[in-house]
DNA sequence: CGGCGTCTTCATCGAACTTTCACAGGCTTC
DNA sequence: GAAGCCTGTGAAAGTTCGATGAAGACGCCG
């Protein structure tokens, strides 16, 4: 379902839009202006799948997707404003995974989007996680507790399926955060607490002795285990 | 869901490519490089589909696809680099059954192929699903409930069809609209709701209080199961 | 050309969810 | 024991979400 994302295009306008579009379709999306920062952030954040323009200062679209191939499989979609088959074939030759012709419309490229991350399996990569008594599917977008279904939101499911996907490894606030909303989402850590407690009112037998979700002073929280 | 495929197309690099993504989706594909070759090939070989691009030496598309439905009913897809509007007409008057503009995307040409093969019943049609007391037969385009006839839009029928084949897997909108439309259909998420209610309507005895469609908060909607 | 059914969008309302904020209590560190 | 930091918790504001009806857009058929 949610995807981290990185568009690399100078133009503020359209990235701005771009990020908009993508954000609402519930992936976290990375905004880089130039071609040599989408390397550099394509390199430290291990995004889902880059977007990216083909004219850019610096190091443009089509080397930047040379090198990103060369190094990694991750899908990429190319922006470009020239429509000629050269262009397209030299993209292709390049590794790109798809392309969108400028002009195209926000909800095509959302639509591109969204089927290049179905068909590289960057969503069904998930499969139901078992711990202790406790049962995420995210397909079915379901949890259990000792095989009893527990009605969560969005984000309580979120951040549920983080914990327990790492039992016993403790998460920062910030990296809770960016699991469940996004790698950029301006929001206080403090509401990962607000979510927490919901969630353990939801899940816990005693939310005053939490069983699954478990404090770590100083650090945030973590799955037991 | 395997079918044989036709590709005339004399440029090298795009008819290498097309292979390649018609290959990747399960499909056998037989390349001609030039009208004449087509038609013989198409004669000999009996492909389901043929893909068809009108600018060829020798013999044209145009042409061969004029031969070729004479002679056969085989589902015929052109690929034109002119996008005027007498180009279409003519192409359609002569029997092409879809055509793709170029540009195109990889991805925009073998989901026309695939939309065509299911159009023209080349695909196996899936075998009537059974959950619950709902029946949907694809091949016959109805809908049961409990045994009894229910009349359905094609999008309603879509609809039904996606969610009631995977029973208690969650849907997004999106992929609802994916799964339902292509995608590169231009659509808003919310025209879902309205179908999911138009559906509701008409196969839920209560639909305030839905048995078979129902919605999954923060996500989307799915078939009960 | 006009009517009809379907598809899509839009506006709206109420409900649910997210996020912030303030405060209390507990633990740690001197 | 006191100060300071951290977490738990509830209330409240702000926002989003879902259901729904109305209306426009579109294509088809007579």
């Given at each position: 379902?949610?995807?981290?994302?990185?568009?690399?295009?100078?133009?503020?306008k359209?990235?701005h839009?771009i990020k908009?579009?993508?954000?609402?379709?519930?992936h976290?999306?990375?905004?880089?202006?130039?071609g040599?920062?989408?390397l550099?952030l394509?390199?430290?954040?291990t995004?889902?799948?880059?977007?990216?323009?083909?004219?850019?200062?610096?190091?443009?679209?089509?080397?930047?997707?040379?090198?990103?191939r060369?190094?990694?499989?991750?899908?990429?979609l190319?922006l470009?404003?020239r429509?000629?088959?050269?262009?397209l074939?030299?993209?292709l030759d390049?590794g790109?995974?798809?392309?969108?012709?400028?002009p195209?419309s926000?909800?095509?490229?959302?639509?591109?989007?969204?089927?290049?991350?179905?068909?590289?399996g960057?969503e069904e990569?998930d499969?139901?996680?078992?711990v202790?008594?406790v049962?995420?599917?995210p397909e079915?977008?379901?949890?259990?507790?000792?095989?009893?279904?527990?009605?969560?939101?969005?984000?309580?499911?979120e951040?549920?399926?983080?914990?327990?996907s790492?039992?016993?490894?403790?998460?920062?606030?910030?990296?809770l955060?960016?699991?469940?909303f996004?790698f950029d989402?301006?929001?206080q850590?403090?509401t990962?607490?607000?979510h927490?407690?919901?969630?353990?009112?939801?899940i816990?037998?005693?939310?005053?002795?939490?069983?699954?979700?478990?404090?770590v002073?100083?650090?945030?929280?973590k799955?037991?285990g």
């Amino acid at each position: 379902m949610s995807a981290r994302i990185l568009v690399a295009e100078d133009d503020p306008k359209q990235s701005h839009l771009i990020k908009a579009y993508l954000e609402h379709e519930g992936h976290s999306v990375l905004v880089a202006r130039d071609g040599r920062v989408a390397l550099d952030l394509a390199r430290s954040r291990t995004p889902d799948l880059v977007v990216l323009d083909v004219m850019m200062p610096e190091v443009d679209g089509l080397d930047v997707c040379r090198v990103l191939r060369a190094e990694s499989r991750v899908p990429i979609l190319m922006l470009t404003a020239r429509s000629t088959e050269a262009d397209l074939l030299l993209g292709l030759d390049l590794g790109a995974d798809d392309y969108v012709v400028k002009p195209y419309s926000p909800r095509e490229l959302v639509a591109r989007v969204r089927a290049l991350l179905r068909r590289s399996g960057v969503e069904e990569a998930d499969g139901p996680i078992r711990v202790l008594d406790v049962e995420v599917d995210p397909e079915r977008f379901e949890a259990r507790i000792g095989g009893e279904l527990v009605p969560l939101t969005a984000k309580e499911f979120e951040l549920l399926r983080v914990l327990a996907s790492a039992p016993g490894k403790a998460f920062t606030r910030g990296q809770l955060l960016q699991e469940t909303f996004g790698f950029d989402h301006n929001v206080q850590e403090r509401t990962v607490d607000a979510h927490v407690m919901n969630l353990r009112r939801k899940i816990e037998p005693d939310p005053a002795v939490p069983r699954y979700v478990l404090t770590v002073p100083g650090r945030g929280y973590k799955f037991a285990g």
